[in-house]
């Protein structure tokens, strides 16, 4: 009901958040929606920044949407690294934190 009502009320507010919702369904399902509609329409809303943001790396966008590959696992394993060295921050020295990085699974 609240919703319903703030989308009446805000129609940009509205329109900003469906497109946000179909950026995002763009790249989760990999849709074969053009990227340059999607653009065109963010262009003339509240959204406009960040589309022109996205116009920069254009091509970068339409590949994430189009290929299989992802940096996800490598993104993964720098994460549980770099929190291991945190937790290591100033407490032993280099040979620990190497077997704490090796050891960990």
Known sequence: MFI???RRTAPKLANAADLAVR???MLRDQSSEPVADWLAAARSSVLKR???GLQRDVAGI???IALPWSTGPAEGEISRLKTIKRQMYGRAGFELLRQRVLNAV
């Open 23 to 25: 950026f995002a369904r």
């Open 62 to 64: 339409e590949n994430a």
């Open 4 to 6: 319903a009502r703030l």
């Open 50 to 52: 960040f589309a022109a």
